[in-house]
């Protein structure tokens, strides 16, 4: 991702910006090479024309995006809502998938898990690369890296002399 090419994405909502919603952001902007363009707008609720006029912003919110990111929160206050905007993403070929619900107590809602796929946990790392896959079909392949204390580098270096001196003897 870089600057002049963000990844469009597409928060659940309910036209209101809540915790989870506002946590998902928080997340992708904890990794400071990850550029990202939110097309989720819950401030445009429509005033006028009742629910066509809902269902038509819906679909221009999604429509732009290149991932939609299901919220299990929001699928469980409205999970019509949820399912239409799911539909909408699927009838235009974007991407979707879930997240688990904060705090780790509760388990995503089996009809989300089904539609959306397994849930990422709420790690800026596995989000992220989630949207990368989903959204664009990028495989970022990343692993953890763990440290071991006790390990110096100079042990492996003297090895790796070692092996060079061997190798010259040789020749």
């Known amino acids: 991702m870089s600057e002049k090419n963000p990844i469009r994405v597409f928060v659940t909502h309910v036209f209101e910006e809540t915790a989870d919603y506002l946590r998902i952001f928080e997340f992708l902007e904890s990794d400071d090479k990850f550029y990202y363009l939110n ?8 005033e006028k024309g009742g629910l066509d006029s809902i269902k ?3 679909i221009g919110q999604i429509k732009a995006s290149e991932a939609v990111i299901a919220l299990p929160a929001v699928f469980e206050e409205k999970p019509d809502l949820v399912n239409y905007m799911m539909d909408v993403a699927e009838a235009n070929d974007i991407g979707i998938f879930c997240i688990r619900p904060f705090g780790g107590l509760l388990e995503t ?22 949207l990368r896959k989903v959204g664009r079909g990028e495989d970022t392949q990343r692993w953890e890296v763990i440290e071991f204390p006790g390990l110096e580098d100079d042990e492996s270096d003297e090895t790796s002399d070692e092996i060079s001196n061997e190798t010259s003897d040789k020749s």
Do not use: F, H, M, Y
Not at 39 to 46: G, V
Not at 112 to 130: C, F, K, S
């Open 109 to 130: 809602p089996k009809e989300l898990v089904a539609r959306a796929g397994e849930p990422v946990e709420w790690n800026a790392r596995q989000l992220i690369d989630r």
């Open 39 to 46: 097309t989720s707008k819950p401030e445009n609720i429509p």
């Open 56 to 58: 038509e912003e819906i």
